[in-house]
């Protein structure tokens, strides 16, 4: 679970001072699928930052399951972030010269992990790259590129996942697929799954959605996901069908 209480983040430009984040209060709970959304300059990457332990809070108390992350030492922190918390970003972040498998192996290596390639692989068929593992990124499709960077975020075993726009150099249709593999990690392994995002398609696909501006929180409700509200017509129609005795129509997709 995540806590944050009173987190403020300010930076100093010159003589100004920027206040990226106000007070922030928030709470995260095991296994949410959730987006934190807001315009340019509104907070949200510095929050993510907060979150990932990317970065440190001004001011404010922030707990990871229970540990004050801001006690923490630089190496601790590099601790929790390797071992609990994997990171999706729009740009992918691969090496070049670098295949999928060694892509996905390289943050086991941090935690000395024995047989890393063998992992790495099965991180790969998990997100259907199983034929793609020996591909380096140039001969990789964007959609490709974000599977290896989805791999290599869950192949530690993360409690939690951060991404940050995973969609923003996608296109329509592979966007919704990366969307798909989300849910799933979500709904069949249970790991607490946040968007950082602009995009309200993005925020659509999750069950809470946080809105920020000027640092601060302005809304934070529950959701429908848009890939439940689009099934739930096709339930209506087949529940009504069988109560009548009559076979639901499929006209419409004539």
Avoid at 148 to 159: M, W, Y
């Amino acid at each position: 679970m995540i806590r944050l209480k009173g987190i403020s983040k300010t930076y100093k430009l010159g003589a100004q001072t920027v206040h990226a984040l106000r007070g922030v209060d928030l709470m995260i709970r095991d296994g949410e699928f959730m987006a934190i959304m807001g315009p340019s300059g509104s907070g949200k990457s510095t929050l993510m930052n907060i979150i990932g332990c990317l970065d440190r809070p001004t001011a404010g108390i922030y707990e990871l399951d229970g540990i004050n992350v801001r006690r923490l030492s630089d190496n601790k922190l590099a601790d929790v972030r390797n071992r609990r918390l994997g990171f999706v970003f729009q740009s992918f972040n691969l090496l070049p010269r670098l295949n999928a498998i060694d892509q996905v192996a390289m943050p086991l290596s941090y935690r000395g992990v024995t047989k890393r390639k063998k992992l790495a692989i099965a991180a790969l068929k998990l997100v259907g790259l199983g034929s793609r593992m020996h591909h380096n990124p140039t001969q990789l499709s964007g959609g490709q590129q974000q599977r290896v960077a989805i791999a290599r975020a869950i192949v530690g075993s993360p409690t939690i996942i951060l991404a940050d726009e995973p969609t923003g150099a996608l296109d329509t249709r592979t966007s919704h697929d990366v969307m798909e593999i989300f849910r799933a990690l979500n709904e069949e392994r249970g790991i607490t799954i946040a968007f950082v995002t602009h995009e309200h398609d993005v925020a659509a696909y999750t069950r809470r959605i946080v809105s920020l501006r000027d640092g601060e929180i302005v809304s934070d409700e529950p959701n429908v996901p848009s890939y439940a509200r689009a099934t739930a017509p096709a339930a209506d129609a087949s529940a009504h069908a069988a109560a009548s005795g009559r076979p639901p129509s499929f006209e419409a997709d004539a």
